[in-house]
């Protein structure tokens, strides 16, 4: 099973540069909403880490520029879940046009777990593995 989200976005003026084309690091905010909109489709929010004892920091994050958006454009981000063996949370995401499906960007991130105390956990948390069983990705796995 493949686990999936959309999320529209609306280039704003706060998110272009001087030449009206979108900042580089608007980029990761869009992909930090896509994250949130993943949590709320499907259980793993923010808040599901810390209620469950854990942050989850993030330790990798790429962007791949396509094609430009400009100030006043509007966007689709797709955010996929990638299953793997190890304690981690692993996203694949891609940034459309809106009006003409053009790719904007790709993306990859890479999370892992602490606990409260700040110390890594190399196993999955409890209530991680038992999501992972729910949504029936504990045998699809992508080599870590």
Do not use: C
Request: aromatic share 18%.
């Amino acid at each position: 099973m493949t686990l999936k989200t959309t999320k529209d976005i609306d280039i704003r003026f706060s998110e272009v540069d001087s030449m009206g084309v979108v900042w580089h690091g608007s980029y990761l905010v869009y992909f930090e909403d896509a994250r949130e909109a993943f949590g709320a489709q499907w259980g793993l929010g923010y808040n599901d880490y810390i209620d469950n004892g854990y942050y989850a920091p993030m330790v990798e994050l790429t962007f791949n520029y396509k094609h430009p958006l400009k100030y006043g454009d509007k966007a689709r981000v797709e955010i996929t879940y990638q299953p793997t063996l190890s304690a981690k949370v692993v996203f694949d995401y891609a940034i459309y046009n809106r009006e003409d499906n053009t790719l904007a960007a790709t993306g990859h991130s890479v999370q892992v777990f602490m606990n409260l105390n700040y110390d890594m956990v190399w196993y999955d948390p409890p209530f991680y593995k038992e999501w992972k069983e729910r949504w029936g990705v504990t045998e699809q796995f992508q080599k870590p």
